[in-house]
């Protein structure tokens, strides 16, 4: 019987692992998301620096 207590005993940690587990994958497909959120975020700020200049040079010439 003290066997079957061991067992019983040891399922909590395992799902404590598991929750572990889950809970770093949730946290890396955030952490992903958000990375792709600011890599657009970059683009769209960079393209329009971009416009901005080539606005400026386009009033500057004239």
């Excluded at 955030?30 to 700020?45: D, G, H, P």
Aim: aromatic share 4%; hydrophobic share 25%; proline share 2%.
């Amino acid at each position: 019987m003290a066997d079957k207590r061991k067992k019983v005993a040891g399922q909590p940690k395992v799902k404590k692992q598991l929750t572990k587990e889950q809970k770093l994958e949730r946290e890396n497909k955030q952490l992903k998301e958000e990375l792709y959120v600011l890599k657009k975020w970059q683009r769209f700020l960079a393209k329009e620096h971009q416009d901005d200049i080539d606005s400026s040079k386009n009033c500057v010439q004239k």
